[in-house]
T-cell receptor, first 117, second 113 residues
């Protein structure tokens, strides 16, 4: 089946630094990918929709200058958390819809645990 | 946009009993309703889904029912087992766009051996 990978699986960084998270579709092309953030004991909250070759669409309340998204190829989307602060510590998950395979299924990456000290 | 509410937030059942989780959605145009199981620190896993043209769907011990008129859908797990313990999320999707889904708030299910 379709596989989505994320890298790194976890990262610890100092406050004020930037962190890049990669999301790859390994065996299918994904013109669209979604980025979610999940705080402990909470639901997945959609941050933005990443579109290959065009600007990402951000959900209301998500700072586009802080969470930079780049979708430069059909298999790779990146999320960069700029000037990270402790409140950005969270579980970040990407997903790719099964559009290309004519399926309703969304394929989730394994997630990235970000801890900002 | 779509809004999905989910109840209860926590649910404890004895092994072998049934568990029911309920969700309501706000936009009657939503046409696809997946259910996910998420274990701690893991990605969500699709366990069952239903489209709006179907009222019920079953897969072994798991079933989902949909009431479009009331904008309700429910997950039913029968003969619960300890390995069913996890957080369950319902979701709803509007047609068109990029298959973006809106998640419910989650239910932590604990199956007591």
């Amino acid at each position: 089946g379709a596989v989505v990978s994320q890298h790194p699986s976890w990262v610890i960084c100092k406050s004020g630094t930037s962190v890049k998270i990669e999301c790859r579709s390994l065996d299918f092309q994904a013109t669209t990918m979604f980025w979610y953030r999940q705080f402990p004991k909470q639901s997945l909250m959609l941050m933005a929709t990443s579109n290959e070759g065009s600007k990402a669409t951000y959900e209301q309340g998500v700072e586009k200058d802080k969470f930079l998204i780049n979708h430069a190829s059909l298999t790779l989307s990146t999320l960069t958390v700029t000037s990270a602060h402790p409140e950005d510590s969270s579980f970040y998950i990407c997903s790719a819809p099964g559009l290309a395979m004519a399926t309703d299924t969304q394929y989730f990456g394994p997630g990235t645990r970000l801890t900002v000290l | 946009g779509e809004n999905v509410e989910q109840h209860p937030s926590t649910l404890s059942v004895q092994e072998g009993d049934s568990a029911v989780i309920k969700c309501t959605y706000s936009d009657s145009a939503s046409n696809y309703f997946p259910w996910y199981k998420q274990e701690l620190g893991k990605r969500p896993q699709l366990i069952i889904d239903i489209r709006s043209n179907v009222g019920e769907k079953k897969d072994q011990r798991i079933a989902v029912t949909l009431n479009k008129t009331a904008k309700h859908f429910s997950l039913h797990i029968t003969e619960t087992q300890p390995e069913d313990s996890a957080v369950y999320f319902c979701a709803a999707r509007l047609p068109g766009g990029y298959q973006k889904v809106t998640f419910g708030t989650g239910t932590k299910l604990q199956v007591i051996p």
